[in-house]
């Protein structure tokens, strides 16, 4: 038809491009650059490993010309060019590039130095023994099939694997528009991930962390850090920071040699050295004499020498910084799932894999199942026509031909076409006695695997068990030790990974500077002391809070204002025992006219318990230390306070406790924690104690219900530096919100009280006045009196000085006898947050 008779359809150019660019950008990545999640593999390299398979060159046969199956490849499913189909062929064979090699390579196939292989005339290769566990089953109708490029053929859409190559090996590629990029791994890891997500469809990511710790590069050397890795497993995308093996050589005349017995993946040796020699060149790397490469087949060695009075370590830092010794793998988890290209975290691609060989089985099961009962069927029919051999072989000799003898057999005994087709092609030998029996076992035999096959059709954990065995069958087969070490790395430890975990005093001052200092600096004292200066004060300035705790623990700031904020004590800065401090505010958005009433060391807010709080007018409530667990740096309300009231103290408790509140006045109070119900964070609380007019509270304790614990006593320190201990079986438990009972005989030389806690004759104390004193005192030196006393001096005070607080202190015990009653005693329920020593903060001021 003439062109000008054609009807013409206007397009715009705009459009057609679009169109156009849209198709090739989607077979580059369908059919080209892109693996599949089920079995890890780009298309072409599919296709070789199907070719090879179609050929029979298996590990158990000879190697052939890789040009030949280069050649299959391209003719039958690969319509590309030769030089690609090779360069994958070759990859597969290349031990430096596949964790785990599918491809059996005779020759050359390149170097880690970047060497190419010898063309494929040359080479000769075959198939790997884990390469046939991709390939197994294929012809159980396990997998679909699809039309090569011509029709002329099939070839299968996905390999039945049984290992979860994706993540074995790894998959390196550029689409238009996106990449993928995902590091090799370790089998044994991989399938007992396959397992965990087997179990737990919605597992954690940081469980599998647990047993995947990180990819598995098949040239070793080492990854820095795990943050990486878990971004990358949680995400899909990360970068992994990699490390070369070096090794610090004793040559002669004290001289030292780095030796690089690993480099990292993908890195070419010979660019390496050629990288380093120009820094070397150019002073970017300094204390290098000479570098020469001694690898071999027995492994790598890179050997620097290094030059008189040079330090090792600074040289190998240079090499790390200024060249590929240390390096990046960015990884991109993208794969293609069900054809369309998504990225995926470590769960999605471990449960893409194990979805597929449920599929497998599956399919493989219903492949058998159907084969067995066509078998049966056929068998049947054998059996069944011996028990009439006479009559049959009649029936055969009277007819004129197979169609007729066929027709007969169907109409005359009822065996279906498949059965009469059976019996004109069974041979005479069949009609044996010993034929027979066969017959009967084969049929048996057949009956009890389509049992079997049913019932592993019919409940899915019976599959799960077929495709558990196989995983760890394939396990036994091919596992082996990583090659990868993981190791911590300074850029990303967790800041208390660098800090010993040690006892600090942690001070603060009524004009707001906190620090800490190491507990061994201050030595006991005897009862009377004067105690050491423990803060340089301001001449205005004076102590409010000291506590004993761990650089590792948590820290809760309760205010005044029943705000509560939070921060680790190796936040503090250290300090020695006659500095200031920090200012408080630095630290925590405090506003005027707040501070410090009361401050909580916990290990874990994961632990059992309870955050009791008390206020000056006596209200108390109970919260669960869980709903603390999440403070922002603003803070968080800890209680709704009246107006004119504010926080005094704050304890952490099992839940099972007496609380005794002891006033300024010498009055106290002892009733049952559970007296007081658990309430939400933000609520107000319940009356703990009825005050006296001008009366309040200065102190809050946690005792046991059990008074017959003798070690419990209440310690009590006044203002004028008198104290006493009185055994807490002298302080009956009263109802909550009664006026409580005399505690301390007040007179002008006692002043009133200051603090008062629970303690025994093995603990030690801490007094602190006004003016920056501290003593550490021994309670064993203080007078064991009843409850209607005035006490004895504890402290000689300055001229105008007074004691400002009080804490308490638990020294460790080399035979641990003191820590065993506490716990049997029970009057120490601050324990619950951890081992450390014990800690009263905030009882005074």
């Known amino acids: 038809m003439p062109i000008q008779d054609r009807e013409l359809i206007p397009v715009a150019v705009v459009d057609e491009m679009r169109d ?9 990545i369908v059919s080209r650059a892109l693996p599949d999640a089920r079995d890890g593999l780009k298309p072409v390299h599919r296709r070789i490993l199907y070719t090879m398979r179609e050929e029979n060159i298996t590990p158990d046969r000879p190697f052939k010309k890789s040009a030949s199956t280069v050649g299959n490849v391209m003719a039958r499913y690969h319509p590309h060019g030769d030089s690609a189909i090779y360069d994958s062929l070759v990859r597969m064979a290349q031990p430096f590039n596949l964790r785990y090699m599918l491809v059996q390579g005779h020759g050359n196939f390149g170097s880690v130095d970047g060497d190419n292989a010898a063309a494929m005339r040359y080479t000769e290769a075959r198939l790997s023994k884990i390469a046939m566990m991709m390939l197994e089953d294929l012809d159980k109708d396990t997998v679909d099939w699809r039309p090569n490029f011509d029709a002329s053929l099939q070839e299968p859409v996905v390999l039945p694997t049984r290992i979860p190559n994706l993540l074995l090996n790894g998959s390196d590629g550029i689409a238009v528009g996106m990449a993928t990029k995902i590091p090799p791994h370790n089998l044994n890891e991989l399938i007992a991930g396959c397992l965990l997500v087997m179990d737990e469809p919605d597992i954690e990511i940081d469980r599998l962390i647990e047993v995947i710790p990180g990819p598995d590069f098949p040239t070793g050397a080492q990854i820095l850090g795990r943050n990486g890795i878990r971004e ?37 040796k010979s660019r390496l050295q050629i990288n380093i020699a120009e820094a070397i060149k150019e002073k970017r790397i300094e204390g290098i004499s000479d570098m020469r490469d001694e690898s071999d087949r027995k492994g790598m060695r890179i050997v620097f020498e290094l030059s008189q009075g040079s330090h090792p370590e600074v040289v190998m830092n240079q090499l790390y910084k200024y060249s590929e010794l240390q390096t990046s793998f960015g990884v991109n988890m993208l794969a293609l799932v069900n054809g369309v290209p998504k990225v995926l975290n470590l769960r999605d691609l471990l449960l893409e894999f194990v979805n597929h060989r449920r599929v497998v089985v599956r399919r493989r099961s219903q492949f058998l199942l159907d084969k067995a009962l066509k078998r049966a069927h056929i068998v049947e029919g054998l059996l069944k026509a011996l028990d009439h ?39 005479l030998q069949r009609l044996t006695g010993l034929e027979r029996d066969k017959l009967q076992n084969e049929h048996q035999e057949l009956m009890a695997e389509i049992a079997y096959l049913r019932g592993l059709l019919e409940d899915p954990v019976k599959l799960d068990t077929v495709v558990r065995d196989e995983m760890i069958q394939v396990r036994e087969l091919f596992g082996d030790e990583r090659r990868t070490e993981i190791v911590a790395w300074l850029g990303e430890l967790n800041i ?13 001052s009524q004009g707001g500077y906190i620090k800490r200092v190491p507990y061994d600096t201050y030595r006991t004292q005897k009862r009377g002391g004067r105690g050491v200066s423990g803060t340089g004060l301001k001449e205005e300035d004076s102590l409010e809070h000291l506590f004993v705790s761990s650089t590792h623990h948590h820290i809760l700031f309760f205010t005044n204002r029943a705000r509560v904020f939070r921060m680790k004590v190796h936040e503090i800065q250290e300090y020695s025992r006659t500095a200031k401090g920090t200012p408080l505010v630095n630290l925590l958005p405090i506003v005027e006219g707040e501070r410090v009433a009361s401050i909580i060391p916990v290990r874990s807010f994961e632990d059992p318990g309870a955050i009791v709080t008390c206020t000056r007018e006596g209200i108390i409530k109970r919260t669960n230390l869980q709903a603390y667990a999440r403070i922002n740096s603003s803070g968080l309300i800890a209680l709704r306070l009246r107006e004119g009231d504010e926080l005094v103290s704050v304890k952490l408790t099992p839940g099972d406790q007496h609380l005794i509140l002891v006033t300024r006045d010498g009055m106290s109070i002892r009733f049952k924690e559970e007296d007081a119900r658990e309430l939400s964070r933000a609520a107000q609380g319940v009356k703990g104690m009825d005050l006296r007019e001008g009366d309040v509270i200065v102190a809050m304790e946690t005792v046991s219900a059990d008074n017959d614990c003798v070690d419990n006593e209440l310690l009590i320190v006044s203002q004028n530096g008198y104290g006493k201990r009185t055994k807490i079986s002298e302080y009956s438990d009263q109802n909550r919100g009664g006026k409580g009972l005399k505690t301390l005989q007040l007179t002008e030389k006692t002043g009133t009280i200051v603090g008062a806690m629970i303690v025994n004759e093995n603990h030690e104390f801490m007094v602190s006045t006004l003016q920056g004193t501290l003593i550490k005192l021994r309670v064993a030196d203080v007078s064991l009196i009843g409850r209607l006393t005035q006490g004895v001096r504890v402290i000689r005070l300055g001229e105008g000085d007074l004691v400002g607080a009080v804490t308490r202190i638990i020294p460790e015990e080399d035979d641990g006898e003191g820590e065993d009653e506490e716990l049997e005693c029970g009057q120490l329920p601050e324990r619950v947050e951890g081992d450390v020593d014990e800690i009263d903060p905030g009882v005074g001021g």
Request: proline share 2%; charged share 30%; no cysteine.
């Open 20 to 28: 156009a660019y849209m198709d090739y950008a989607m077979s580059v």
């Open 389 to 427: 051999i006479e009559e049959i072989i009649a029936l055969i000799r009277g007819s004129a031909d197979p169609a007729e003898a066929r027709s007969g057999l169907q109409n005359r005994f009822g065996f279906s076409e498949v059965q009469a087709q059976a019996i004109l092609d069974m041979r």
């Open 496 to 508: 208390e990974d660098l800090i010993a975990e040690e006892k600090m005093v942690v001070t603060i």
């Open 232 to 268: 990358a497993y949680r995400t899909g995308r990360g970068s992994v920071i990699m490390r070369a093996k070096i090794e610090v050589e004793d040559m002669k005349r004290d001289r030292k040699a780095l030796v690089v017995t690993e480099i990292p993946f993908q890195v070419n």
